[in-house]
């Protein structure tokens, strides 16, 4: 008996802890979401030319522009690297960074990920140029490996199931940093704690997305079909990029709608 309790006393103080540790992250996103230092670097409502404020990795992908948003449409074949799709924003991004969009998935796959690259740099080398955009005829095939061999961004996979499945509720949002070293494997990019299962990015349905990263936070929140859920990690030293773009990359077969994007720094 004294055992069982001990176990009831432990599993209560945990939970305890658990909410006191989400209400300050809740306290703290709030705080940083409603400040008044943000200033507004991009505004894009999605529904002019999608070439106005983006360039595009990948020769087999589309975007459809209308009143409704940005639809952006990997390529078909699934397993063919020359599928995958990176949507870059033109301008890039110091420090602190805030950005919103409303998010809605136009696919109904069970295998895939969509991933948001935050503040992407080349890692400097030849012919891996900081700004991207010097070498982007090495990503008209986007195989994964290109990005995270050679660039140094913050990687949220989101709307995101294995590559293998047939479970509709099977989804997960996942962290990374890159690049890979000589002494980071790739499973070692990652930043934990991965959430599973979410409930969120059901097919049709439309979330609004806020995410804000500092030096030392990472917050991704997800609001839709009256549901709110905020997701947050620690960032270590390094961990925490200082400038580049913003990427929107839709593994093949994998496609969204984005609508009223915006990008604030500090």
């Given at each position: 008996?004294?055992?069982?309790?001990?176990f009831?006393l432990?599993?209560?103080?945990?939970?305890?802890?658990?909410?006191?540790?989400?209400?300050?992250?809740?306290?703290?996103?709030?705080?940083?979401?409603?400040s008044?230092?943000?200033?507004?670097q991009?505004?894009?409502?999605?529904?002019?030319?999608?070439q106005?404020?983006?360039?595009?990795?990948?020769?087999?992908?589309?975007?459809?522009n209308?009143e409704?948003?940005?639809?952006?449409?990997a390529?078909p074949?699934?397993r063919d690297?020359?599928?995958h799709?990176?949507?870059w924003?033109?301008?890039?991004?110091?420090?602190?960074?805030?950005?919103?969009?409303?998010?809605?998935?136009?696919d109904?796959q069970?295998?895939?990920?969509?991933?948001?690259?935050?503040?992407?740099?080349?890692?400097?080398?030849?012919?891996y140029?900081?700004?991207?955009?010097?070498?982007d005829?090495?990503?008209?095939?986007?195989?994964?490996?290109?990005?995270?061999?050679?660039?140094?961004?913050?990687?949220?996979?989101?709307?995101?199931?294995?590559?293998?499945?047939?479970?509709?509720?099977d989804?997960y949002?996942?962290?990374?940093?890159y690049?890979?070293?000589?002494?980071?494997?790739?499973?070692?990019?990652?930043?934990?704690?991965?959430?599973?299962?979410?409930?969120?990015?059901l097919?049709?349905v439309?979330?609004?997305?806020?995410?804000?990263?500092?030096?030392?936070?990472?917050?991704?929140?997800?609001?839709?079909?009256?549901?709110?859920?905020?997701?947050?990690?620690?960032?270590?030293?390094?961990?925490s990029p200082?400038?580049?773009?913003?990427?929107?990359?839709?593994?093949?077969?994998?496609?969204?709608?984005?609508?009223?994007i915006?990008?604030?720094?500090?």
């Amino acid at each position: 008996m004294a055992h069982y309790i001990k176990f009831i006393l432990l599993a209560i103080l945990v939970i305890s802890l658990s909410c006191q540790a989400q209400e300050k992250d809740q306290t703290e996103f709030d705080q940083l979401n409603a400040s008044k230092a943000w200033n507004l670097q991009l505004s894009d409502p999605c529904t002019e030319n999608w070439q106005d404020n983006w360039f595009m990795d990948g020769k087999l992908a589309k975007v459809e522009n209308s009143e409704k948003g940005m639809n952006f449409i990997a390529g078909p074949v699934n397993r063919d690297d020359a599928h995958h799709a990176v949507l870059w924003t033109k301008k890039s991004f110091k420090d602190d960074i805030k950005m919103e969009f409303n998010y809605t998935r136009t696919d109904s796959q069970l295998v895939n990920v969509n991933i948001l690259y935050i503040q992407a740099a080349g890692i400097g080398t030849a012919p891996y140029d900081k700004d991207i955009s010097k070498w982007d005829e090495l990503r008209e095939i986007p195989t994964m490996s290109i990005y995270y061999n050679y660039m140094n961004p913050l990687h949220i996979s989101f709307a995101a199931f294995p590559m293998v499945n047939n479970d509709p509720a099977d989804d997960y949002i996942r962290v990374r940093k890159y690049p890979i070293t000589n002494d980071r494997t790739f499973d070692e990019t990652e930043i934990p704690p991965a959430f599973f299962k979410t409930g969120l990015f059901l097919p049709d349905v439309t979330y609004k997305i806020t995410m804000i990263k500092t030096i030392s936070k990472l917050f991704f929140q997800v609001k839709g079909e009256g549901v709110e859920k905020l997701f947050s990690w620690e960032l270590k030293e390094g961990q925490s990029p200082k400038e580049g773009r913003i990427g929107l990359r839709h593994m093949y077969t994998r496609s969204a709608q984005y609508r009223n994007i915006k990008v604030f720094v500090k």
